[in-house]
Structure formats: C-alpha cells, structure tokens
C-alpha cells in the first residue's frame, strides 16, 4: 500500500553533483526509517546512506563528506544531494523505507525501482 518514486538520476561527469528523491505515496500511517542503496552490475545492493525519521543519518565511509541525506517528513519525502561523484558510484540507486499502514500493523519494507546515475571520467 506504499509506493517509493525516485527521481533526480542521471548523467554527471565525475566532480559534479546530482541531488536525488524519493516520494513515498499510498496508503499509510507514517514512514519510519529511511535508506539509500545502491547497485551497480556484478555487485551486490550496499547500503549508502540511513536516515531515521527524527532525523539521525549513517553513512557509508566510502561516501562520508560528499553524500547528504536528508528528509522531509511532512512531504514525504527523502533527499540524497551527491557532491563531488565520482565513477565508482555510477550504480541504480535505490530507495527503501519503512511504513506502517496503520497504527496497529507491523512496519514492512518498501522499495522503489531505482534511478540510474553514471558518473563519467
């Protein structure tokens, strides 16, 4: 009953930034935790950034100091701004959160169909 819409991908050539979305819509009582993930072809899904719904974040170290997650609880919405990209994080970047439909259900976990991000060099 929760639908995750990404948007924001695209083609950036490396030093540049892209600043990534993600709507939750639907059907539900709240959005709880929020991530990004990413895949690129041969590896496996790494989460890249973490963000709670009172606003706490983590980070994976191998974009600390470039990678800003942030969301907007009234929107429903969650932010990625990538600075300084590099070719190694060309990957389809994925969203997931947490959601209750209502107060009584169990959180389930949601995931969008992803948005492509190439970095050139």
């Known amino acids: 009953q929760v639908q995750l819409v990404e948007s924001g991908g695209g083609l950036v050539q490396a030093g540049g930034s892209l600043r990534l979305s993600c709507v939750a819509s639907g059907r539900f009582f709240r959005v709880n935790d929020m991530d990004w993930y990413r895949q690129s072809p041969g590896k496996q899904r790494e989460l890249v950034a973490a963000i709670t719904r009172g606003g706490t974040t983590n980070y994976a170290d191998s974009v600390k100091g470039r990678f800003t997650i942030s969301r907007d609880n009234a929107k429903n919405t969650m932010y990625l701004q990538m600075n300084s990209l590099k070719s190694e994080d060309t990957a389809v970047y994925y969203c997931?959160?947490?959601?209750?439909?209502?107060?009584?259900?169990?959180?389930?976990?949601?995931w969008g169909q992803g948005t492509q991000v190439t970095v050139s060099s």
């Open positions: 997931n959160a947490g959601a209750a439909v209502s107060f009584s259900r169990n959180e389930v976990q949601y």
